[in-house]
């Protein structure tokens, strides 16, 4: 498989406060990876440098096959290039109905001068319909994301990134709130999604890790620390010093 | 959700007959065309009450609906009347230079002419020559032009600096206050080509047109009733499909709009110059019914004005926006104008014409803390709209969010 995201040797550092130091990091094409780490591990801020919100002060960040640099992108232009992220609180459209949040998310052209005359064809909204079955809202579609339960507006976030088609999908903590049963579809929605694009999963919760069943990378200081199955990185020494013996 | 367009929005049809409507009883009773119930003065307040309607929906766009809070749109509606008011000032003049040119044994040369008009208009600033500004205002075509394109430059170029640097919320307002001040200043020097502090005067006399005011007035009602017509249908037309979803996202998440892939600024940037030239036509024809402007017409207070008029309609509703500012600043005129009757309370007298802002402060907060809907929210009583009960939480991070109280299920 090839690879399609490759973070190398990135460092940031905030007011002097290292929160990434020499990270690397590559994923493939359909692949599923968990990264977990301690509080200050450095998970959000690398969410951040591959979404173009914080620069890095050094390394690279590769996309592709092209290996396009991301670096000098704009937040726009790389969620256009197909990467998705879902943040940590559910951030939807609140004043707005699931559909208009998903039809806003739909892939089509993201310039305001189509976007002025953009009128949802039949296609769209059977798209938009059938997404919303997918995610368990298809009853809710003219309802306002308001509304919503917290763990259908995780639901719906993550509705909203599949509708952008992006080739990687960033997952920030989505089972955090979540009752057992929504845990268990969130997992179905995340391990469907992995078939097809490459998902980066940041979470706390080990039993969560455990049922996506996939490869695990740990964050220590900015930096991997271990990287290889659960099994794997659970009984390495290092891990249980710093994370799991806690 | 494929229903036509009016079907989806039907306070659109309502507002267009109401204005219709309006404008028909207006025409009935004026004394250019009707039985002559409404003096022409009261019929020229009204159309230039309908051209602040107009500039307060293009306020609506740009804060209630995009969460911007602008608070320099009367920079752009002032630029518009300095503008159409160029063109005015310059054929009227030109037809009385070559009136009394006329009279002498030679008949004048084009540069005679010339500087006949020039020193006729910047005597009073002790000059005669044309400035740069004035190269086209011989021609009402290019003017009409200018009016919407200058407004528009303007806020295209401050909209790319300012958006681009990632300012929002207050430090934006601030920001346009600042223009709206600057410009302002500029416009009161003597040299900066407008007249400084005299303005462009005399406005309201058409020329080549021998029409009484009574018919010229009711001319311009009805021009200000289409503009604000027409106004209210594009920007309705404008925030009815995908891109009023995405700036209403904008107002309330603007990061989830770009990790969207939606490149903020650029919509921003559009908006607010779309914004712009609506507000330099709705001034356009606004000061030919004042007969007068000058550069107080800019002053950053009068762009706060209109903020609180879109706040006390109502933001997020077009139609809100049109009833705040007809409905304050006819009251305003009414208790500005000394009509309203002074209240004696023995050891004070309240006269309104003092006291008027007084009360028109008490109101802005008293809106903004117990009913943010403002008058527009009155539609819900009827039309049976209820608010969400989201135990106080706002609809968005962004500052510029809707508030709880706004919204509705």
Request: proline share 4%; aromatic share 10%; charged share 15%.
């Amino acid at each position: 498989m090839s690879t399609l995201l490759e973070v190398s040797g990135v460092s940031v550092s905030f007011d002097g406060f290292r929160a990434i130091n020499n990270l690397s990091f590559r994923i493939a094409d359909a692949e599923m990876r968990a990264v977990i780490g301690p509080n200050g591990a450095g998970k959000t801020t690398f969410m951040d440098i591959v979404t173009g919100k914080t620069k890095p002060d050094e390394g690279r960040v590769l996309w592709g096959e092209k290996s396009v640099s991301l670096l000098k992108m704009s937040e726009a232009k790389i969620a256009q290039a197909g990467v998705g992220r879902k943040f940590q609180k559910p951030t939807v459209f609140e004043d707005q109905s699931v559909q208009e949040n998903l039809l806003m998310a739909l892939k089509k052209p993201r310039g305001w001068f189509p976007v002025l005359s953009y009128r949802p064809s039949e296609e769209d909204l059977a798209k938009v319909a059938t997404l919303a079955d997918d995610i368990g809202l298809g009853d809710a579609l003219l309802r306002k994301s308001g509304e919503l339960s917290h763990g259908q507006k995780q639901w719906l976030e993550i509705g909203i990134l599949l509708a952008q088609e992006p080739r990687l999908l960033l997952v920030d903590e989505p089972a955090a709130g979540m009752t057992p049963e929504e845990r268990e579809k969130t997992t179905d929605i995340l391990v469907e999604a992995a078939k097809t694009r490459a998902v980066v999963v940041v979470e706390h919760d080990m039993e969560f890790v455990r049922r996506l069943n996939c490869k695990v990378t740990v964050l220590h200081e900015g930096s991997v620390l271990a990287e290889g199955s659960l099994d794997h990185v659970t009984s390495n020494q290092n891990v249980i010093d710093v994370y799991l013996g806690r | 959700m494929n229903r036509s367009f009016v079907a989806r929005n039907p306070s659109v049809l309502i507002f267009l007959a109401l204005l219709a409507l309006f404008t028909l009883g207006v025409t009935v009773l004026s004394e250019g065309f009707g039985v002559g119930m409404i003096s022409t003065s009261f019929v020229k307040t009204l159309g230039k009450t309908l051209c602040l309607c107009l500039v307060a929906v293009a306020m609506d766009l740009i804060w209630g609906f995009a969460g911007i809070l602008s608070l320099g749109h009367f920079a752009f509606f002032g630029l518009g009347g300095y503008m159409i008011g160029m063109w005015l000032m310059y054929e009227r003049t030109r037809l009385i230079v070559v009136d009394a040119l006329a009279q002498g044994s030679m008949p004048p040369t084009p540069q005679e002419v010339v500087d006949g008009i020039g020193n006729q208009i910047f005597g009073v600033v002790g000059s005669s020559e044309f400035p740069l500004v004035w190269a086209f205002a011989d021609s009402l075509v290019l003017q009409l032009a200018l009016v919407v394109a200058v407004p528009g430059l303007l806020a295209l170029v401050f909209g790319w600096l300012a958006f681009r640097s990632r300012v929002t919320g207050v430090y934006l307002s601030i920001l346009t206050q600042a223009m709206t001040l600057a410009l302002a200043l500029y416009l009161f020097q003597n040299d900066s080509g407008l007249r400084g502090n005299n303005g462009l005067s005399g406005l309201q006399n058409l020329p080549n047109v021998t029409a009484s005011q009574d018919v010229v007035s009711m001319w311009f009602f009805w021009g200000s009733a289409l503009a604000l017509g027409s106004g209210y249908l594009l920007a309705a037309w404008v925030v009815s499909g995908k891109f009023g979803s995405v700036i209403r996202g904008i107002r309330d998440n603007e990061a989830r709009v770009r990790f969207l892939g939606y490149s903020v600024e650029a919509y921003k940037l559009a908006l607010f110059t779309l914004t712009a030239c609506i507000a330099g036509i709705a001034g356009a024809l606004y000061y030919p019914q004042a007969g007068i402007i000058n550069p107080a017409e800019i002053a950053p207070i009068a762009s706060i004005y209109l903020a609180v008029w879109v706040a006390i309609g109502g933001r997020g509703r077009l139609y809100g926006a049109v009833i705040g500012a007809a409905v304050v600043s006819l009251l305003s005129t009414w208790f500005t104008g000394g009509q309203a009757p002074d209240i004696p309370l023995g050891f004070y007298t309240v006269k309104w014409v003092d006291w008027w802002l007084v009360l028109l402060g008490l109101s802005f907060v008293g809106v903004t803390l117990f009913a943010p809907q403002g008058i527009g929210g009155l539609v819900d009583l009827i039309s049976d709209r209820l608010r969400p009960d989201r135990h106080g939480a706002d609809l968005g991070p962004d500052q510029g969010s809707l508030r709880e109280k706004e919204a509705h299920k």
